[in-house]
């Protein structure tokens, strides 16, 4: 399989910005050429590190969105949400360039990972730019071609802010087994048929796999967004050892 590393001495590399898209006002994907990439699982991270001109140097991790190019195939996406405050996002959103050099270190993690090889359902819930490392697994499973049945389950402020809402809609009708289901917790769209409302148990209950599948399930955003949706599968009666969590500062 492609993508299968996972440990290993971490180096430093200069990966250069190929292409950069808006996924909505305030999130950019960069998609950047690696040299010597190992590979890497969906789910993994990266460490970005910026070097100023008087050599002060600011690092931030974040999830790669892209699913799994094999060792050498030289390309990763990173999807990054613009923090107004924030010493790293903002240059990544707003400054750098098609041609520009970033520093960039991984692929970290080998427990927040999905392999195709896994039978089990998946119950994926995403609490805003949580999404990114979730929508790795998606496409993975995609290019994989393998059966096993997703479903996500998205939280956002407002439809404005979903993350790949465009590719999600397009996945759920050519992907057979892929269910989407958003969460709105400011602002619905028109003609949504329930209020503006946080992620709970009815929601969970009904549109994520029921315990007794035994899913696998996935849950990543702000440390508030996991722990309450962390709670809410122990509370419907999924095996804990099933659900693995991956957080950010913040609250959703």
């Known amino acids: 399989m492609a993508g299968t590393a996972v440990s290993g001495r971490l180096t430093w590399r200069a990966a250069t910005l190929a292409e950069a898209r808006w996924e909505t006002p305030s999130a950019r994907t960069l998609v950047l ?15 970005v590190r910026l070097t100023a001109e008087d050599g002060y140097r600011a690092q931030r991790s974040y999830s790669i969105a892209s699913a799994w190019p094999s060792s050498g195939a030289g390309q990763v996406e990173l999807t990054i949400q613009r923090l107004d405050d924030g010493e790293v996002s903002p240059y990544l959103t707003d400054d750098v360039q098609v041609g520009d050099q970033i520093e ?25 730019s949580g999404v990114v490392p979730l929508m790795a697994m998606i496409r993975a499973r995609a290019d994989a071609g393998t059966r096993q049945p997703f479903r996500l389950i998205y939280s956002v402020r407002t439809p404005e802010d979903a993350l790949y809402a465009d590719e999600l809609r397009r996945r759920v009708r050519d992907d057979a087994g892929l269910d989407v289901h958003f969460v709105y917790t400011r602002k619905v769209p028109d003609g949504w048929p329930a209020p503006p409302k946080r992620l709970d148990v009815a929601a969970v209950n009904t549109y994520g796999w029921p315990p007794d599948f035994a899913p696998d399930c996935y849950v990543c955003g702000p440390t508030t967004f996991v722990e309450t949706a962390a709670d809410i599968l122990v509370a419907l009666g999924h095996d804990p050892r099933r659900i693995r969590t991956e957080r950010f500062g913040g609250t959703s």
């Open 33 to 47: 050429d690696v040299p010597d990439w190992p590979g890497h699982l969906p789910g993994q991270h990266v460490d």
């Open 104 to 128: 960039l270190r991984g692929p970290v993690g080998g427990w927040f990972v999905w392999r195709a090889k896994s039978t089990s359902p998946v119950t994926l819930l995403a609490g805003g």
